[in-house]
């Protein structure tokens, strides 16, 4: 496995501590600091894979909680792994399925050897364990698997938080022992919910199965920016330092850019193409709303310094009607956009930190963008 999966970390920024990398994968090598497109369900919503090479997406997601239920990963499987499957020949992630039993299951009951819960779209018993969750990862075949994990809810008290790492732990070991495949790597999860000595306590258990990588879970879940910035700080001391670190459910660019200056090297958010549906487009000057009736006559790009498809060949005006209009095209070109500006931002990024200059690149952003530090 170690010829097949290899990090180097490739300059550190002398003022600000963030860092750029390579990530070296059998489908391809991944630059870091790295924004990964999610593709649920196999598919990045109305994008097809040349759409995703243009846009210069070097690696994407699926779910395995989805695939498994759609099509059945024993599917994927026969088709030849999911990059096959969705004819997409650059690395892949796909996340445990986790998450999404813990969030989208009204009944649920966790023990010790795993999860039971009904599938939200037949209503049918299912149960998860560890193993189970890494036999489907393995069909599926991504470059990059995450262990099965339990993400304690914000709020939640020290003694639920406490036991839902401690499972995060006990799953983590039965993943690892479970897992042979070489061509996969696994990355174990931190948990901890909010409170420090638990993060602390994960991060230093979790680094111990950390091979080529490890991921923060359980943040970004509705807890205020400040103190999802404390556990950050919290933790950084204790992350390996010659392995990306992945921080899970990240998609806007402040939390993007204060998370890199606190090493964080990889993320992921549906949010880009979500908000994309509803109208609305991150550019460099800051957030666009189309559906607003003052693009009606606005006969200029989107985003006068994006390349992407979107902004060189269409207007405000036409994107504006496509939204008004309810048509799919506008919710393709406008997901096409927000995740080439995403994609360019990470590039911009690793160009900033090879020169010593992302805190001023930071600051010329968020002016730009209408953020306030």
């Not at 921080?247 to 998370?259: K, L």
Request: hydrophobic fraction near 35%; proline fraction near 3%.
């Amino acid at each position: 496995m170690a010829e097949k999966f290899s990090y180097e970390v490739l300059h550190v920024d002398k003022n600000s501590g963030a860092r750029t990398g390579v990530l070296h994968t059998p489908h391809g090598d991944i630059y870091t600091p790295i924004y990964m497109p999610v593709g649920t369900l196999a598919t990045v919503k109305s994008l097809t894979s040349d759409d995703l090479y243009d846009i210069g997406a070097q690696i994407i997601l699926a779910n395995t909680y989805h695939l498994h239920i759609r099509p059945g990963d024993e599917l994927v499987k026969k088709a030849g792994g999911v990059h096959k499957f969705m004819n997409f020949n650059r690395p892949m992630l796909t996340d445990s399925g986790g998450f999404q039993v813990f969030s989208l299951a009204d009944i649920r009951k966790i023990t010790d050897d795993g999860v039971e819960f009904k599938n939200h779209l037949s209503g049918a018993k299912m149960f998860f364990t560890p193993e189970k969750a890494i036999d489907i990862q393995n069909n599926l075949g991504a470059d990059i698997i995450m262990a099965f994990d339990v993400c304690s809810e914000y709020g939640a008290k020290y003694s639920e938080a406490e036991l839902a790492m401690n499972r995060t732990l006990d799953w983590l070991d039965r993943c690892y022992k479970h897992h042979k495949n070489d061509n996969q790597m696994l990355f174990p999860i931190i948990q901890g919910n909010f409170y420090e000595d638990l993060r602390v306590k994960s991060a230093i258990e979790t680094k111990k199965y950390a091979k080529c990588g490890i991921a923060i879970g359980g943040l970004s879940v509705g807890e205020p920016k400040e103190v999802m910035l404390k556990m950050l700080d919290v933790m950084r001391p204790h992350y390996p330092e010659n392995m990306p670190r992945y921080m899970m459910g990240v998609g806007t660019p402040d939390y993007i850019f204060e998370s890199v200056e606190r090493g964080i090297d990889m993320f992921d958010c549906v949010l880009q193409t979500r908000v994309a549906r509803n109208g609305l487009a991150m550019t460099s000057a800051g957030k666009v709303t189309l559906k607003n009736a003052k693009y009606k006559e606005d006969f200029s790009p989107l985003d006068s310094e994006c390349d992407c498809y979107c902004c060189t060949h269409h207007t405000k005006a036409y994107l504006h009607h496509l939204v008004m209009c309810n048509e799919i095209l506008g919710a393709r070109l406008l997901s096409l956009h927000n995740l080439r500006f995403t994609i360019h931002m990470m590039e911009q990024m690793r160009d900033a930190i090879n020169h010593d200059r992302f805190l001023e690149f930071k600051a010329e952003f968020y002016k730009k963008y209408g953020i306030k530090d």
